[in-house]
């Protein structure tokens, strides 16, 4: 009796799931882009063909396909497939897989793949308890995980696992699987309404799945740019200011800083400021970019980058935005030089091979009591004696050595 409450109860979901959860494909030849690791003759998808996946990672944004790949690999495969939740399972859940794990290879000699969803929130103890079955081969592990696995799983156990990235879908991936979400729901979309969808979902196939089904629920006919701005309330933001995005967005507004785009500059601090990423970070970048990269080129980039910094604490956003972006614009706009940079590195560089050498007699403190040891004889006053200006006042084990290079940009003058 059980069963058959069961069987119904599973039919009716189906019916009633979400039109992500019902198009969700159970074969390749359905699966929809990441053709940089799927793509023909390619070795995952030889290994999902073949059913020889060995224990990998799928790491890569929200919707871009990593539990829909773990699933495929569960209907092809031979082996009995497990599913774990690493937000809600134990390492008592994990060990009871292996149990049966070992069960099963010992009396059918069936494998087992433990499919791990969200691997990065397992704690370093839990994923310790994976790893004498990883290398072992009782079971074959897939993890998914939005954050990056070198960050965020154990090296150990990284060293026993195949890694593939997947991407944010592409535009024309996301057309054919919003094109499929239409005939599915039976209605019809004009290309514009079609384009918006797409726009909206920033590269997650479940979110245009989403915002179409609602769509289409508030549709008098067919589908409209009305309705799909309606049912599109989230913004298609992924950032998380605390993993990947915060190092890959910061990465790439200095860059382009430093390679005097603002434009690209002003994208990615706005980029960052949406996602919540904290704007006394960005502020603090500045400022060390305003050192790094322009240096003595613009002396005031540094007034500008610590100006905009002040403004964050005095003003706060989302006013401050306003300080960052023209702080921005200014220093991708101002001359570059790394001159100041490359000084203090090999100075620094300099000091940590050879030790702290001492000045010379001359330059040292030449006080009542310095005096009496000999130190500051022959030193000469610049401002009375111009040859003060000729002297290498560099150590003795260091003369002749060239620090500062000017680099001839902006007001930087070469020599």
């Known amino acids: 009796m059980a069963d058959l409450f069961s069987d119904a109860a599973s039919q ?35 290994a999902i063909a073949e059913d020889r996946v060995r224990s ?95 960050y965020e799983v154990n090296s150990a156990l990284m060293s026993r696992l195949q890694l593939y990235e997947l991407e944010p879908l592409s535009e024309d991936d996301l057309r054919s699987i919003v094109e499929r979400g239409v ?57 998380d200011k605390a993993s990947d995005a915060h190092y890959d967005y910061i990465s790439a507004f200095i860059k382009s800083i430093r390679g005097s785009d603002p434009d690209a500059a002003v994208y990615y601090l706005a980029a960052m400021l949406e996602g919540g990423e904290d704007a006394r970070y960005i502020a603090r970048r500045m ?45 991708a706009r101002a001359p570059k030089s790394n001159a100041s940079y490359r000084a203090i590195t090999e100075a620094t560089s300099d000091v940590r091979e050879h030790g702290n050498a001492e000045p010379p007699d001359s330059l040292k403190d030449g006080s009542y009591y310095g005096r009496r040891l000999g130190h500051g004889e022959g030193y000469i006053y610049p401002h009375e004696d111009p040859r003060g200006f000729d002297v290498d006042y560099l150590p003795d084990a260091l003369k002749g050595r060239k620090y500062f290079r000017p680099s001839g940009n902006g007001e930087e003058e070469a020599d």
């Open 183 to 239: 005939a599915e729901l039976g209605t019809s979309i004009g290309d514009a309404a079609r384009d918006l969808v797409v726009a909206r979902s920033g590269g997650d196939a479940r979110s245009a799945l989403n915002i179409l089904e609602l769509a289409a629920e508030t549709a008098d006919g067919a589908i409209t740019a009305e309705n799909v701005e309606d049912a599109a309330r989230k913004r298609p933001i992924f950032y």
């Open 287 to 331: 400022i060390v970019h305003a050192s790094e990269d322009i240096g003595n080129a613009d002396p005031r980039a540094l007034l500008v980058a610590v100006a905009a910094a002040q403004a964050v604490e005095h003003v706060g956003l989302p006013e401050a935005r306003l300080n960052l972006a023209q702080a921005c614009i200014y220093l």
């Open 56 to 150: 990998s990672i799928f790491y890569g944004p929200p919707g871009s396909g990593k539990t829909t790949l773990a699933r495929i690999v569960a209907h092809t495969t031979g082996a009995a497939f497990e599913e774990l939740s690493a937000v809600s399972a134990t390492v008592k859940d994990v060990r009871e897989v292996m149990a049966r794990a070992r069960e099963r290879l010992g009396t059918t000699g069936t494998r087992t793949i433990l499919f791990l969803d969200e691997i990065h929130r397992f704690n370093k103890a839990q994923q310790d308890a994976l790893l004498p079955t990883v290398e072992d081969g009782l079971i074959t592990l897939i993890g998914a995980t939005t954050e990056n696995p070198y």
């Open 12 to 46: 009716r979901a189906g019916e009633i799931a979400p039109l992500a959860q019902r198009l969700r494909p159970r074969t390749l030849e359905d699966f929809v882009g990441q053709q940089h690791v799927l793509g023909e003759g390619s070795a995952l998808r030889r």
